[in-house]
């Protein structure tokens, strides 16, 4: 059983058919018998949206099917999630980011990311 935390903006590339998503990380997805959405990815869209910074092929009223119909799970956040940001270095200023990659850590989930900054994190990244 392989498990993997998809990043915010390779979910969205993942479910429009984006070319940008590397071909590993597409693979990654589609092996994977638990690819997790983490609910702070939700927040972040949803936040981006209202502020026009994210446009998406399909409205946000449509995400909950995107997330279903491309078999991801939402990962919430826990507690011990929102812990370890506390002692997390600030390689990584982002707040969505941060809580995303302590997620991972305390999740020990492989993380999928284009993202370098999170390549300075104790987190297994594929790209």
Known sequence: MSQILVDTHAFIWFVEGNKLLSREARRQIEAASDPYLSMVSVWEIA??????????????????????????????????????LINLPFHHKDPFDRLIIA????ENLPLISIDGNFEKYQVDLIW
Not at 52 to 66: A, C, G
Not at 103 to 106: D, E, I, K, P
């Open 47 to 84: 936040i981006k949206i209202s502020i026009d910074k994210l446009k998406m092929k399909l409205p946000f009223e449509r995400l909950q099917e995107m997330i279903d119909s491309n078999g991801f799970k939402i990962l919430p956040i826990q507690l011990e999630h929102t812990q370890l």
């Open 103 to 106: 997620q991972a850590m305390q």
